[in-house]
């Protein structure tokens, strides 16, 4: 929730003096609170309080006492001229404030007395001591509030009797998923977050999101190190919990490439790394690929390896020339390189994009949208003569299919469809359309 900020203007009206002419208070909630001043009434006169309306006779908040405030307003000083001393309302008498301990666990008091003849007096209200597992809040008017008309201790001015109530509320707690210190690289947990009250927000952070990253409430180990994984409620209740993680830093796991690196370069957040036995102009093609895609898509994943054929069997095994190892933090890219097409790569960045999105914004996968599945079913096996394929294995390869041709279309600059396995083919309008209203998503929610 966004930080708001609310005032109370205050106007003198026909005191002689006020103690401020404004108060303030900030809130990611729905109100918060203020203490109102001090007012001085000229010779002759008496406080009676605060009103928003300036030609009152009576107040609606006293003077020195705490209001909670859920827009910005103006109250005006309310003074009252003194009747006679000889007037039997203004004869010497004693006014009892009655303190219930209500929801505490015991209160300094059970009354306060001033004596007053002139209307009004000031008392000094006592201690609260809250329960277990509670906080003390204040005084208030009404059993049932759960905010402050006056703090614990606070000296106030009163003109009759009245009954006052101890406040406490429940203090605010959090709880979060406990799992044994040592993980390794490629774990997934969930955190469990519980408040309270249950109408706090919260957030989940890491330390050290190169180790541990956390979304949707669930954490992901990443990368060899340490992190601290804290929760924070909105009411300021925190828990962390410190992990260690070991394993293999998918980002920087060259041991795959069998032959041993040919060239290895990084742009952005993204790590390339191309086996000896890749010839050159895939070399020369995957770069300026990488290079050109947009940051933030680019970001889709971390590594990317371009492998000779042995390796890349050896490490993923037969039937495919392209594969997506997606946490969707840290999605890895592995192309078998030998294979004759410069498409591997547009293709598997769709399934990242898909991944990534998908982690950051906890909403469905993109390929599981109700509208591509839909056009998934229309296309699958139609025998349009305009797609590359009309054979798809699910909505998710149909995805990255058209990924890679809107890839070749409209973001490659050097290796465009001319140069691909898209030479010649024009997608359906709607299936162009929805690559782009879906990047638009993309871009707008992941960052």
């Known amino acids: 929730s966004s930080n708001k900020t609310y005032t109370v203007t205050l106007n003198k009206n026909n005191a002689k003096a006020i103690g401020k002419t404004s108060v303030s208070c900030s809130t990611t909630t729905n109100d918060c609170s203020v203490q109102l001043p001090s ?194 409620s909105s009411s300021g209740a925190s828990v962390s919990y410190t992990y260690k993680v070991t394993g293999t830093d998918l980002t920087k796991d060259t041991s795959k490439l069998k032959k041993g690196i040919k060239e290895s370069y990084t742009v952005g957040n993204t790590k390339v790394y191309v086996e000896k036995g890749c010839s050159d102009k895939f070399s020369t093609t995957l770069k300026n690929d990488v290079k050109e895609t947009p940051d933030n898509i680019r970001n889709a994943t971390r590594a990317v390896y371009a492998m000779t054929k042995s390796s890349y069997v050896a490490s993923t095994g037969e039937g495919s020339v392209g594969m997506t190892y997606g946490n969707g933090h840290t999605n890895v890219i592995h192309i078998q390189c030998e294979y004759n097409s410069n498409d591997v790569y547009g293709h598997e960045l769709g399934h990242a994009v898909d991944h990534r999105f998908n982690f950051v914004t906890g909403k469905s996968l993109l390929s599981s949208r109700s509208e591509l599945v839909s056009l998934y079913n229309k296309y699958n096996g139609s025998g349009n003569k305009n797609l590359r394929t009309d054979k798809f294995s699910n909505s998710k390869e149909f995805w990255a299919d058209m990924f890679n041709y809107y890839f070749r279309t409209y973001i490659a600059k050097s290796t465009t469809k001319s140069n691909s396995e898209y030479k010649g083919l024009t997608y359906p309008s709607e299936l162009v359309n929805i690559v782009n209203k879906y990047l638009n998503d993309y871009n707008t929610y992941v960052k």
């Open 39 to 232: 007012i001085t009434a000229p010779s002759g006169y008496e406080v009676v309080g605060w009103s928003s309306n300036k030609n009152a006779s009576s107040a609606e908040y006293y003077a020195n006492s705490y209001i909670n405030i859920s827009s910005n307003k103006t109250l005006y000083a309310i003074v009252k001229k003194i009747s006679s001393s000889n007037s039997p309302s203004y004869a010497p008498k004693k006014i009892t404030i009655k303190l219930n301990k209500n929801t505490a666990s015991k209160i300094g008091k059970s009354s306060v007395s001033c004596t007053t003849s002139n209307g009004s007096c000031s008392v000094t209200l006592p201690s609260i001591t809250a329960k277990s597992g509670y906080e003390v809040v204040g005084w208030a008017e009404n059993p049932e509030s759960t905010s402050a008309t006056y703090k614990e201790n606070q000296s106030i001015i009163v003109n009759q009797d009245k009954t006052l109530y101890a406040v406490t509320k429940q203090k605010p707690t959090i709880t979060m998923a406990k799992f044994t210190e040592s993980w390794k690289t490629g774990y997934v947990g969930n955190l469990n977050v519980k408040v309270t009250p249950i109408t706090d927000t919260y957030t989940i952070t890491s330390s050290n999101e190169n180790v541990m990253v956390v979304s949707n409430d669930k954490m992901y180990s990443i990368g060899p190190g340490t992190a601290t994984i804290t929760a924070k």
